[in-house]
């Protein structure tokens, strides 16, 4: 997050030093910046903002998908005659633990295909999730787990 | 080109936000309803905006259109969360055909809610 707003920086910088602020010059200085901020060694370890930066896109990528697929499914089940759905409750026990990723998870579940968050549990470990076509709550579960908090995770840590 | 993306952008957003507002009527209960007017209508909102940040090309415009996507996309999921949690608490009966329910041992709809004390004081 600190590398990303550096490289906000970078980028105005670099415009300003052109001595005009355009689109364009803003993006190329964004890109010389996210090149020189993804090489660069800070304290001495390699530098994780090149692949933190793929995990971010990728989550994007997969949650955009994801509501694509929710609208289709869900207007099909309008559109149509015949009521297909199966709704459950299911409780997902949850590896996020910071605000900040419960808040996240709970958004991108409510986006995500046939699910909807209900509520979070006073201990914070669990989420309760309305879905619309239910399975097993182990297959969700895991779907939930590998679809969605795997990479949140992976993009936020 | 532009016009056409643009017109097509802005029927299949019209189209969405009809379908969510038909949700509202063919769903059997409430939880079920808020599926579609939490999906449906915030990409339809989505593609609204963008089919005027496309039409009008101009960057004030561009730069508004995205603040209000974001803003919906990040409002609508919060909305959705309590509505669903307070017509739960509240009571609200569930379709008979939902075939589990996770909710239910947790805490019986109903049942007055009592709030617990989190891990900081707060409930």
Redesign the interface.
Known sequence: MTAFLWNLMLALLWAAMLGNVT?ENLLTGFVIGFVLLALIDTQHVPSRYGTQAWNVVRLVAGVGWD??V??VR??Y???TPK?L???????YDMEARTDAEITLL??IV??AP?T????V??D?KAI?V?V?F?TT?EAFCQELRERVEIPLLRALR | MKEIITAVLLVLGALLMLLAGLGLFRMPDLFLRLHGAAKASSLGVGLLMGAAALGLGDVSVVARAALGVTFVFVMTPVATLLIAQAAFRAGIPLWERTHQNDLEEHHPAGAPYEPRLGPDGED
């Open positions: 689109p509501v694509l929710a609208n869900v207007a089940e309008i559109a009521l759905t199966r709704p459950a409750i299911y409780r709970t958004l409510t986006f046939g909807l968050a209900l509520e549990s006073e914070r309760y309305h619309m239910a709550r």
